[in-house]
């Protein structure tokens, strides 16, 4: 029998569920147990309900599950949470208040004050918010979500820089993959040969996640990072990978050299842990003129790896450069894998 955490997804058959089954068949610590998605797939075999979209092909054991209620009775305690925020936003709290750890990548309770919105390399210090949760003190349960997934990639990049030169301003914009809408996600005629401005709430979500991720817990609240922030986004043909374009203004002065080494150097909690998720390098700057590219660069790390390139000097702000970060494993499964590898290895889950 396996000693493996035993572990459920919800929205299993969606584009980031499908990432979920794929980077946990061989994990060391969690085992899936259970899926569930709408009453569309309920009590059907996954490999049947599931429009399996991945190279590599459906874990035999997943594909003979059978999909299961998405309700909290019969669930096991760890839940990974893949479901669009509007339906998060009503699940996802009948699971915590249940006693499960939810694990979620949807926006439905990112910004709730109470909920630690984390990125275990930049702000694993958010965790203990948990405590003040109303779902854990009633039977144990709480949520814990990631961010966005064109927040991650450029809080990542940004992180080490605020920490060595304190961001004053940033303006972003963002070249989006479409497999981040999800499956079927964006028409075909819509999208081949075109470029769509326009992604609804994204712009919203990447200003305000950004400045919770970089803020600092005060007490039982996030105070969030006191700098400008400005999105635009933009929907893309790539299939993966989020690239954005992004510029800077710090409070003191910064050299090119010690900017590219604050990325190349940052190491946190999971790479000093070995958790099985994290990258080695959670940032690489690649040095070439014309890099990074989704389709030579999306696969660094294991596609947990954000790569930047291109910093040079900016006419408006202090500097630009560009980055590009996987958006279902680091901006979604892999993102919601590695806070939970966190969770255990805090202690979180049981
Ligand atoms: N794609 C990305 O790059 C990305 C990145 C970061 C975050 N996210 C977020 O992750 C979440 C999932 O995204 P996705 O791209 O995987 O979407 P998706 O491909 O559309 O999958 C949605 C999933 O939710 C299930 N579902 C729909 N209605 C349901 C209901 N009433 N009850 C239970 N399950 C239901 C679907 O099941 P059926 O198959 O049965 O319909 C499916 O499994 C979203 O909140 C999204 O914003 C996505």
Same mark, same amino acid.
């Given at each position: 029998m396996s000693n493996k955490l035993p572990v459920g997804i919800l929205g299993a058959t969606g584009i980031v569920g499908q990432r979920f089954i794929q980077m946990l068949e061989h994990h060391p610590w969690f085992e899936v147990a259970w899926l569930a998605a709408s009453d569309r797939s309920e009590g059907r075999p996954y490999g049947e309900a599931a429009r399996w979209r991945l190279r590599t092909a459906i874990p035999e054991r997943v594909a003979s599950m059978t999909i299961a209620p998405a309700k909290p009775e019969g669930a096991p305690k760890i839940i990974f949470a893949a479901l669009d925020a509007s339906i998060a936003r009503e699940l996802e709290p009948h699971f915590a208040e249940a006693g499960c750890a939810v694990v979620s990548? +949807? +926006?439905?309770? /990112?910004?709730? +004050?109470?909920v630690p919105l984390v990125i275990p390399e930049v702000n694993s210090d958010h965790i203990p918010l948990i405590e003040t949760q109303a779902w854990r003190r009633k039977s144990k349960g709480f949520a814990v979500t990631n961010p966005n997934c064109s927040a991650i990639g450029l809080v990542l990049a940004l992180a080490p820089m605020h920490r060595h030169f304190e961001l004053e301003s940033v303006m972003a914009v963002t070249m989006q993959a479409v497999s981040g809408a999800g499956y079927p996600g964006v028409a075909s005629l819509d999208i081949l040969g075109n470029v769509i401005p326009y992604i609804k709430n994204e712009e919203e979500k990447m200003e305000e996640e950004t400045q919770k991720l970089l803020g600092t817990l005060n007490g039982g609240s996030i105070v969030p990072g006191p700098f400008a922030m400005s999105a635009q986004c933009n929907r893309v043909a790539v299939e993966d990978g989020h690239t954005e374009s992004v510029a800077v203004r710090f409070k003191k002065k910064a050299k090119a050299e010690e900017i590219i080494a604050s990325w190349n150097e940052l190491s946190a909690e999971p790479q000093r842990l070995r958790?099985? +998720?994290?990258?080695?390098?959670?940032v690489v700057y690649l040095?070439?003129?014309? /890099?990074?590219q989704p389709r030579f660069d999306i696969d660094l790390g294991g596609g947990m790896t954000t790569a930047v390139g291109r910093l040079r000097p900016c006419n408006v702000l202090d500097w630009k450069f560009t980055i590009l970060s996987h958006n279902t494993i680091r901006g979604a499964a892999g993102a919601a894998l590695l806070n939970a590898e966190l969770l255990k290895a805090k202690g979180y889950l049981g």
């Open positions: 990548n +949807s +926006s439905a309770l /990112r910004m709730q +004050s109470d958790l099985p +998720s994290a990258p080695e390098k959670p040095t070439a003129p014309d /890099r990074p």
